[in-house]
């Protein structure tokens, strides 16, 4: 087992500045490799405060600020203009960035790309869910409407 302390928030797992025991293929093949984390040493403990003062720093200012945002971002779909083929088929998969500049040109506010989870890829045009995570017990769902540029 490896212990970590995570850099960024990971689902199933925990938040940035945790620090968690994974087996030692998930951390070296997933965590470490994306910087989602960095290994656990005794120094890394003033690493955990610096990266908790981030966080808090990037977070919504309270509960009901991420409570009003994720009630707008359920409320109203988020329409994703890209490149498609006459079937109808994506030249390429819908990214969290991509969802992240769709959400901010809708004005609802902007979403780190990082708290974005899509369930599936993307590939096709059509309506879609996506996950936000806004605040540790704030999430909400948005409605993706894919269609094709002309």
Do not use: C
Not at 46 to 55: D, G, H, N, P, Y
Not at 108 to 132: M, Q, Y
């Amino acid at each position: 087992m490896a212990k970590l302390i995570l850099t960024h928030e990971v689902t199933g797992l925990g938040t940035s500045g945790d620090i968690v025991e994974v087996k030692n293929g998930y951390a070296r093949n997933y965590l470490l490799p994306r910087g989602f984390a960095l290994t656990w040493s005794k120094g890394g403990e003033k690493q955990v405060e610096l990266i908790k003062a981030a966080r808090a720093a990037h977070e919504h200012a309270s509960i009901e600020a991420a409570q009003t945002q994720a009630a707008a971002l359920s409320a109203k779909p988020v329409k994703l203009t890209v490149k498609a083929g006459e079937s109808g088929r994506l030249f390429g998969t819908v990214k969290t960035d991509d969802v992240a500049k769709a959400v901010a040109a809708a004005g609802l506010g902007n979403i780190d790309k990082r708290k974005i989870e899509l369930p599936t890829h993307i590939k096709s045009v059509g309506t879609f869910k996506a996950n936000v995570r806004l605040y540790e017990d704030v999430a909400a769902v948005i409605t993706l409407n894919v269609v094709a540029a002309k």
